[in-house]
């Protein structure tokens, strides 16, 4: 390949967003996000599953999937959103291909599968993280806006 | 320029991506609302129930020919009660508790429902408050959730449907008559035979000896519901006592239920989404009277006589935006409830000695009915409705044959989406149609009423 002026500055803009990308571990999937949002879901109220995932797509819909970054953490009750047969599932699908992430808090899979007799079943959409509380805290410190609806 | 052709490309696949976010349409269909929970999004317990004040009227009509001439009409009078033809009635009144026991298992879910108003399930049977519904779904087998207790029974649209979406505020008659089910110990042929010294005002009156089926039964159920593009199929196989609610079986007989239905989904979620359905059922089983008119032997039996009881149907319903409508056809062939003696109120004496009217049934008979249904709504808030319904009694049996028809006109108002006005004005009409005009039959069933209906329904 020839090198020319252009070439090298593409390449060297690559690996800049690639150190940023790295820097922020957490959130790979939408570095230029303008805006950044987590929302809490830990509410054993059947009602809050819908009202998060609403939350979730009219902040896509008022900004567009390109300019914010939404994460919905899961833990306590609330990680039943994430059930792998969970009746919303379609709409986690719909979501996480815009773009949402899901995160789901291991201590709560723990309990949860103690009395279950077997950890839970998330659907393949959401990601375990250690603690669910201590994600949205990260999160928070990397200028995330905590929303609990 | 690129770049805001790029954005603009984007935001239009974004959009369109959205659009493509549909809400979750929990499973609405009969089967699947009321044995079924949104899984791992129901809550513990969820309480929730409707109430049902009404108000009927009649002209209050009297017999005008027969043993009974003069009397009180049976079909003039206000249900459950009988005693006036116009009042007002509380006519349910149900609280029921439904959810996922355990959350976290998703997999059984119950369904408890108890009515408190006064219709023919509280009436008959002793106590004021009576279990109509008590049962636990488990959903561990795809396409085979199974469903045990007393439940509704996979049968007719008009009976399936939750009665707190129904339209109007009385049942058709073919409905009323061939799959409200009354049991009875014998088929009302014995006030003829007692002496007329043992009969008396309510002495021998044949009376059902508990609650309406309220078209539930208790028993065992297997069905499911199967998505192919916008069509929904569903199943269901049901083996039940055949005997309602709140009593065990009789007769160490079975009811068989079999139940499928086909709808195209055009939008919407719960009992009033809309789609286009195609349904048919079918049920079977056999029915134990103590004591019943032989007509073979020509005498009164004491024996008990079991008898085949077999109904089945098929429909349509269609809604879509502003319009509704719905028809059934209905056929029944044994065990059809055969209203009462003369047209009078049971207990009633004869204005002659030795007869008390009672309620009859035809334990070999046969019937037929069917309904259409109208409705537009003309705003968000009101809604208009029309329909029409045939029911011919005793079809196998010429001078039993009556042939009820009512022209029902009705208007709702919403309130909100869970409190309405039901206001029903019945045309109602009923011949014999094999037998002559001045025939007392005739005279009698001349005498039945237009009826005006208010209700107001509230549902929590």
Known sequence: MRITRRNTLSMLFCLLAGVLVLANPARAENPFAEVKVVLQISDPNPFKQTLVLNVANNLLKAYGPDKVDVEIVAFGPGLRLMFADNVNKGRIASLASNGVSFSACSNTMRNMGKKLGHPPELTENAKVVPAGVVRIIDLVKQGYVLVKP | MKSIYKRTILSAACAAALGGITPSVHAANWLMLQG??????????????????????????????????????????MRPDL????????????????????????????????????????????????????SVTFNHIPGARVRVGVFKTPGSEEGLQAIHVFDYINFTNVTNGLLLE??????????????????????????????????????IQVFDTFKKGDWEHSYALMVGNGNGITRGDNDNNYETYL???????????????????????????????????????????????????????????????????????????????????GGAVPGAAANGPGTTASFNVEPEGEADGWYVHGGYAVTNALELDVRYDVYNRMTDVANKERKFDTLTLGAQYFFNKKSRLILNYEIRNAEAPNLADDHNANKILSGMDNRIAAQVLVIF
């Open chain 2, 36 to 77: 079924t929970e949104p899984a791992g999004a129901a809550a513990r317990a969820k309480v929730w129930g409707f109430i049902q004040p009404e108000f009927q009227r009649t002209d209050d009509t009297k017999l005008e020919a027969g043993p009974w001439s003069g009397q009180s009409a049976i079909f003039n009078q």
């Open chain 2, 259 to 341: 139940y499928w239905s086909s709808e195209k989904v055009f939008g919407g979620k719960g009992p009033r989404r809309d789609g286009w359905k195609l349904f048919a059922w079918y049920q079977d089983g056999k029915r134990t009277l103590d004591a019943y008119w032989d007509a073979a032997a020509g005498e009164f039996s004491v024996q008990d006589g079991e008898f085949d009881r077999t109904r089945y149907g098929i429909g349509t319903t269609f809604r879509k935006d502003k319009w509704r409508a719905a028809a059934e056809y209905i056929v029944a062939d044994g065990v059809i409830f055969n209203g009462t003696d």
């Open chain 2, 182 to 219: 009354r049991f009875f110990d014998t088929d009302g042929s014995d006030t003829y035979v007692t002496p007329a010294g043992n009969s008396g005002a309510g002495g021998s009156a044949n009376r059902p000896n508990g609650p309406v089926s309220a078209f539930r039964d208790q028993g």
């Open chain 2, 83 to 134: 005693k006036s033809s116009e009042g007002f009635n509380v006519l349910r009144a149900r609280l029921g508790v439904r959810g996922e026991g355990m959350p976290l298992d998703p997999k059984v879910n119950y369904f408890l429902l108890a009515e408190f108003g006064n219709n023919g399930i509280t009436r008959q049977g002793g106590g004021s408050v009576k279990l109509t519904d008590a």
